[in-house]
């Protein structure tokens, strides 16, 4: 019977179930991998503040500080910047960034200094141009010989300097007729007023001029145009033969009747003239570098009336 009993007893089997992660599962992982980011960040923030300039940690510090003057004003510190992002800054001229306060200062003083010399210029130009005027007027009024001629001499100061204008009278032409011989009267002014200039540093500009009427042999490709310039070079030699530099002459051009003395009057013996500019150094700077002076033109160039074109050629 015991036998029987002891077979019949229940066979009862443990099984113990491990749980390594009972307590907090896999939460370790997600502090390791915060933990390792935020070295990463850190380390990315120490090589960041390594390799910044000063300028560019003062522009960011002043921006959080105070963002929205630094937006409009532009901070003390980002003027150091040497970012080469193009644009901004309160200085609209840079192309690279703001430019430092220092170096604004600067350029505004050099600018200032260019002026101020300018001006300077100016003033020694005025003045020397009145005087010039004064003692070509003199030179004139003291000889009896020049004297007669001295209503044909107009002298005026423009702003691109002294203008010295030769007129032609129905009674006293410069000029033979259609031709460019001067007169013996002419070649007298000229080489007074050509001693005259001998002294003065500043170019010479030699403008010759007709009036409107239409030359005879104009069909045959000679105009007023090629009239004007044949008077103006023949001006030029005249001033030359009185000592006159050949390399004092900046330009000798014709221009025909397209600057009128008198444009009420197209055909006035007054718009037939010589005109000599001593120029200022600003209007030399002007020519020379390219730049055309500036001309006043009075009236626009038209072709000749009929009544015109039967004018005798000047």
């Known amino acids: 019977m015991a036998g029987d009993a002891k077979k019949l007893q229940p066979i009862i089997i443990k099984r ?12 370790w992982k997600i502090a390791y991998a915060d933990f390792v980011t935020a070295m990463m960040a850190f380390f990315l923030l120490m090589w960041l503040l390594g390799s910044t300039s000063e300028g560019d940690k003062k522009g960011i510090s002043d921006y959080f500080q105070s963002p929205m003057k630094v937006a409009m004003q532009g901070g003390s510190g980002a003027g150091a910047s040497s970012s080469v992002v193009n644009g901004g800054g309160s200085d609209l001229t840079q192309t690279t960034g703001q430019a430092k306060r220092g170096e604004g ?7 200032l200094s260019a002026e101020q010399a300018k001006a300077e210029a100016a003033k020694r130009d005025a003045k020397m141009l009145a005087a010039l005027s004064a003692k070509i ?8 010989k020049m004297a007669e001629f001295a209503s044909q001499i107009r002298l005026e100061i423009t702003p691109d300097g002294l203008q010295i204008q030769i007129v032609d009278d129905q009674k006293r032409p410069m000029f033979d007729s259609g031709s460019a011989m001067l007169k013996p009267y002419m070649r007298d002014i000229l080489r007074e007023i050509g001693t005259a200039l001998l002294d003065v ?16 042999n104009a069909d045959r490709g000679y105009s ?7 008077r103006a070079n023949a001006s030029r030699r005249e001033l030359a033969s009185a000592g006159m530099p050949e390399d004092k002459l900046a330009r000798v051009v014709g221009m025909a009747s397209s600057l009128l003395l008198d444009p009420a009057d197209p055909l006035s013996p007054s718009n037939r003239r010589i005109s000599i500019l001593v120029m200022t150094k600003d209007a030399e700077e002007r020519l020379l570098g390219g730049q055309r002076v500036p001309v006043d033109l009075e009236t626009e ?9 039967t004018q005798p050629p000047r």
């Open 224 to 230: 007023n145009w090629e009239l004007s310039a044949d």
């Open 301 to 309: 160039i038209d072709t000749p009336s009929a009544s015109a074109a």
């Open 137 to 144: 007027a003199a030179a004139i009024s003291s000889k009896p």
């Open 16 to 27: 113990v179930k491990k749980g390594g992660h009972a307590t907090h599962g896999g939460a």
């Open 105 to 111: 200062a600067d350029r505004k003083a050099k600018r």
């Open 201 to 216: 540093e500043n170019k010479i500009s030699l403008d010759g001029h007709t009036d409107r009427s239409a030359y005879g």
